[in-house]
């Protein structure tokens, strides 16, 4: 058995990514989703579809603007080539947040409402995301001997296979915080619960994966992604601990 499916379909010059479909079929079942979790929260469905929209061009623009900003000469000479690299990176995550923040606020959208709406949306897609990770082989586990382990291309070595667990991870999470939406009691309860879930997930699964190597006393304590991992546990902590606004059907 082998983990990698890079392509879905290539005949000729015509060549379908299964990342970039399965990523796409996420975001739209997200999407999707946000116009059931926009009624349990009591925003108008619609809106915060366009909301959902606007983010994720944005996070697409801003993301490909920034790749080009910083690759000038390369853009220049291969502009196609460079378009087509995938290029979401920590400062352009930042700046989709900041431009989707000044969205909500223009259209008189609750932030922490519609983050709790989204919260089941974000994992939903994430779920996906990690499947299309795993087609492409790109997010490799640790040697293992269980049942399930999966065998690393061209050798007899099988590993971990991670991108499985973080989708199972995420698609229970997606339904523990689509069941929470109806029942929390103060606004940012779900996004505070999708924080904690998440970073617990992502941080004991790093156990499971190839370490990333990067340089800096940090790096030598824990993996970086551990270090963002406690970063939203504390989060998610300080948010739970802020007074916030009581939703109407809390008791």
Request: proline share 7%; with cysteine.
């Amino acid at each position: 058995m082998t983990p990698v499916h890079p392509n879905l379909l290539h005949l000729g010059f015509l060549t379908i990514p299964t990342f970039g479909l399965l990523a796409a079929i996420g975001l739209m079942l997200a999407l999707g989703l946000s116009l059931r979790t926009a009624a349990l929260v009591g925003l108008n469905p619609d809106r915060l579809w366009n909301a959902g929209l606007f983010a994720v061009i944005a996070a697409f623009v801003l993301s490909r603007l920034l790749l080009v900003v910083t690759n000038l000469s390369t853009f220049l000479a291969y502009p196609i080539l460079l378009l087509m690299v995938p290029s979401l990176t920590p400062l352009g995550i930042l700046l989709t947040a900041i431009a989707t923040a000044i969205y909500l606020r223009t259209r008189s959208l609750p932030l922490l409402a519609a983050l709790d709406a989204w919260a089941p949306c974000a994992t939903l897609a994430w779920a996906f995301l990690a499947l299309g990770h795993f087609a492409e082989g790109s997010d490799p586990g640790l040697p293992s001997s269980l049942p399930w382990a999966v065998t690393v291309p061209s050798t007899s070595l099988r590993i971990h296979p991670v991108a499985l667990y973080v989708a199972l991870a995420a698609a229970v999470i997606t339904v523990i915080l689509f069941r929470h939406l109806p029942r929390r009691r103060r606004s940012g309860d779900t996004f505070a619960l999708v924080l904690f879930f998440t970073g617990l997930a992502q941080f004991l699964l790093t156990f499971l994966r190839q370490p990333t190597y990067s340089e800096g006393r940090l790096a030598t304590l824990l993996d970086p992604i551990q270090w963002v991992a406690l970063g939203m546990i504390v989060t998610a902590a300080l948010l739970w601990q802020q007074p916030r606004r009581l939703v109407a059907h809390a008791v």
